[in-house]
């Protein structure tokens, strides 16, 4: 269910999908100034009527920040009959949602489909200012002094060692 389909009230859950985008060569992650934290955070945003949570986590990633990035995934199963097998979030979190009045949406919650991605560091980024106040590639063992969301240096490591089976 997107937000756009229901009046959004304070018990209220609805899916996200978000990306931790990961430039393994370079050991970069794509983070974006999300515009009401102030905080640093992986792309991302609500998951549109008939979209996967792999789409919009891509949609959100090329929307937010320009970069093209590729859903990872450890395994490719052929699931004989199915048209296609979609990617498996790396994990689902709940989050607090703040409220948002110029929308008359009290705080809420999102159920977040988090997928690990990759992308090229060195490809231009073209920041949509009207979704995001900025987006960067950090260094991924450098998180901790960044002001960046909680839940940020966690993930990205524990990405980074499914992604390559290292760790930091």
Known sequence: MFAGSTIVHALSRHFTASAVVIDADARRVLLIDHKASGLRQFPG??????????EAAIREVREETGVIATVWTPTRFVVPGARRVHPTPFMVA????????HKGEPAHHHIDLLYIATADSSAPMTTQLAEVDGAVWLPLDNLAVAAVRADVPPVATAAWKALTGQTL
């Open 94 to 101: 709940e989050f607090p949602a703040p409220p948002k009045p």
């Open 45 to 54: 945003g609500h998951v549109d009527p008939d979209e996967t949570g792999d």
